[in-house]
């Protein structure tokens, strides 16, 4: 399945992003390993059924196996990796939604996460619960299930607001937005231009900062350095172009930024454990 990152696009029924079913399948045509670093203001829950998947937020791993849960608040830079196949639930709620119902929202952040040891993992049984249940009642589609979708939205948030939620100091809130509003320029350019020779100095002089400064903050923000970050953009796009379209491998690779194939080729086999053009064959075949 395809996540896309930051500007996500909502069910037109009911305002959230709900992602169910097979969600970790590597057999799907569409499906990528490896989701770039990215941010975006929704609240995101991760409920890993079956199967596993790393997630990395603000830097730190953790590794989401058999019947684990995870919540991402607003604006937390995130990545994952998908591990093993298996089922989950990925549910995504707009901030300008909870806002209209709980006006704190930008006062308090979650602390959500069944994998730390210290967690009692039957607090997380009632949370577990709704969203198996919003996925069966939002794939059925029997009448009325808009009105039980919202319900169980409602109540999704109300057990987070009550029992997972801590205080969020003004300070630490004004100073995320001004790093956030810069990051956000930053990936925003390097995304415009990701297929061109784009150098650490070029976007450094973008954005008015020194390639010195511009790299620490990129990395401590990022939690991964600009050009292993360029490329996992780089990398994503060729591998939507080798699985979905016949264009040469040498074209893919000049196409989406590569110095050459031998580069695309090296990080290509890093990640998916093959050369692109036995992968391209593999999924073809």
Request: net charge neutral; with cysteine; hydrophobic share 35%.
């Given at each position: ?100 119902y709980y006006p704190n929202i930008d006062g308090i952040s979650f602390v959500c996460n069944s994998t730390l040891k210290s967690e009692d993992g039957n607090k997380y049984s009632k949370l577990k619960g709704m969203l198996k ?153």
């Amino acid at each position: 399945m395809d996540f896309k990152h930051e500007m996500i696009q909502f069910n037109d029924d009911i305002p959230i992003k709900l992602y169910n079913g097979k969600v970790l399948s590597k057999e799907d045509p569409n499906h990528i390993n490896t989701i770039t670093k990215h941010w975006h203001s929704n609240i995101e829950i991760f409920y890993i059924i079956t199967g596993s998947i790393d997630l990395w937020v603000n830097s730190e791993k953790y590794e989401l196996g058999h019947d684990n849960l995870m919540a991402i608040n607003i604006n937390e830079i995130h990545s994952s990796q998908y591990k093993q196949n298996g089922e989950g639930v990925l549910l995504q709620i707009p901030y300008e939604f909870v806002k209209i119902y709980y006006p704190n929202i930008d006062g308090i952040s979650f602390v959500c996460n069944s994998t730390l040891k210290s967690e009692d993992g039957n607090k997380y049984s009632k949370l577990k619960g709704m969203l198996k249940d919003l996925e069966c009642i939002y794939n059925e589609r029997k009448d009325g299930y808009i009105l039980k979708s919202y319900s169980l939205i409602f109540d999704i948030l109300f057990e987070l607001v009550t029992n997972f939620s801590i205080s969020k100091p003004d300070k630490e809130s004004i100073s995320s937005r001004k790093n956030l509003d810069r990051l956000t320029e930053i990936v925003d350019y390097i995304k415009d231009n990701k297929k061109l020779d784009l150098s650490l100095e070029m976007v450094a002089e973008k954005v008015n900062l020194t390639p010195q400064y511009f790299s620490k903050f990129f990395k401590k923000y990022m939690g991964i350095s600009y050009i292993k970050y360029l490329n996992s953009l780089r990398l994503e796009s060729a591998y939507r172009e080798l699985i979905n379209t016949d264009l040469s491998i040498i074209n893919i690779a000049i196409e989406n930024g590569f110095s050459d194939v031998k580069a695309f080729n090296k990080l290509f086999k890093n990640v998916y454990g093959s050369n692109p053009g036995e992968y391209r064959k593999n999924k073809k075949g």
